[in-house]
């Protein structure tokens, strides 16, 4: 089969695609023909050697990707025989050996979800970890058509789907993306607000469109100017939930980005609430461990699968897995990017 390996950490170009053996399926494992592989921000940390990223560094050389989507072609010993020939996505976890950037790739068998009846396998790889993430995310609050919802990086993997289910939701949701095509993509996601954080006047063309209502709830991944300039649209007892702050040391970051939030006690001042909700807080609320995980998973997928949600998807073919992780960094992306063998 062709893989995209790493065998020394560094930049992008350091991915290589390549031939390599086929891989096996162990006892209770299935192994997937792989039609869609996801690459999160996370890949890239891992990919430069960063010792200081979220997980472990991988043993090298190394096969990245832990989200593949596909068709299993093969099981190992004492798994379930019904498998064969599912269509199927698995997320496989990040304390696994990676692998899914490949055209073969292997899964637990109790990771394995089946694809709902018409929907395709990208979709599923930008529900499987970013949907499942998105939604646990607002499991924190409960919107309605009283809220003002500001979502940064709204045409990111999470900001889409965050700004489709505020729609949902009857709220009025501002937008924040940068350069006019993401700003239109907001808008064409359902945001009323859409606004280009790379113009420094962005927050008082928020206020203005806004006539001076202010914002109930923000969402926030991005951290840096951007995110503390969000959090000023916010009213005495508003929400600033936390997941993330992608414009810490990211090439092309919102402009000013100088990672981290807003000071908590001048937050508290203002009566605002603020947390962060990734880790076991999220997972508690499903029913912790990997059951809140799987049970988040089940969840994203279905909320697709009605379509109530639509997955904004960026493709790359396999073979060009170094020019996805470059766009990855430097903001050239919109929504999940996936990889397609």
Request: aromatic share 4%; glycine share 16%.
């Given at each position: ?5 790493l ?14 053996d ?42 990245p ?18 498998w ?20 073969l ?5 109790d ?9 395709d396998?990208a ?8 949907g499942r ?9 409960e919107?309605?058509?009283d ?17 489709q ?28 607000i ?7 006047a ?7 469109a ?14 840096g ?15 600033h ?30 009566g ?22 799987r ?38 992306t919109m ?7």
């Amino acid at each position: 089969m062709h893989a995209v390996r790493l065998h020394a950490f560094g930049p992008a170009e350091n991915l290589t695609h390549e031939r390599t053996d086929d891989p096996l399926p162990g006892p209770g494992q299935v192994r997937i023909a792989v039609a869609a592989a996801g690459v999160h921000l996370v890949d890239t940390t891992q990919r430069s050697g960063d010792p200081n990223g979220p997980y472990v560094l991988p043993g090298l050389p190394y096969v990245p990707g832990r989200e593949v989507a596909g068709t299993v072609d093969a099981l190992g010993e004492g798994t379930d025989p019904t498998w064969l020939g599912a269509r199927v996505v698995a997320h496989l976890g990040h304390d696994a050996p990676g692998g899914g950037y490949a055209e073969l790739a292997v899964a637990d068998a109790d990771r394995l979800h089946r694809l709902p009846a018409g929907l395709d396998e990208a979709a599923a790889i930008a529900m499987i970890g970013t949907g499942r993430t998105a939604l646990g995310i607002l499991s924190f609050t409960e919107l309605t058509a009283d809220d003002v919802v500001v979502v940064p990086a709204a045409a990111g993997g999470i900001g889409s789907l965050l700004v489709q289910y505020a729609r949902n939701a009857g709220a009025t949701v501002v937008a924040l993306a940068g350069g006019p095509a993401k700003v239109a993509h907001a808008r064409e996601l359902g945001a009323g607000i859409a606004l280009d954080y790379t113009d420094p006047a962005w927050p008082q063309a928020a206020r203005a469109a806004l006539g001076g209502r202010p914002a109930t709830v923000v969402l926030d991944g991005v951290g840096g100017d951007v995110g503390r300039e969000a959090v000023g649209l916010l009213g005495t007892g508003g929400l600033h939930l936390v997941f993330g702050w992608s414009s810490q040391g990211r090439t092309g970051a919102a402009p000013g980005g100088q990672g981290g939030q807003p000071d908590a006690e001048e937050l508290a001042a203002r009566g605002i609430t603020s947390r962060s909700v990734l880790g076991p807080a999220m997972l508690e609320r499903f029913g912790g461990g990997r059951a809140g995980l799987r049970r988040l998973e089940e969840l994203s997928l279905a909320e697709a699968a009605a379509g109530n949600v639509v997955p904004t998807v960026h493709r790359f073919p396999l073979a060009r897995a170094a020019d996805a992780h470059r766009a990855l960094e430097t903001r050239g992306t919109m929504g999940k990017v996936v990889l397609v063998p």
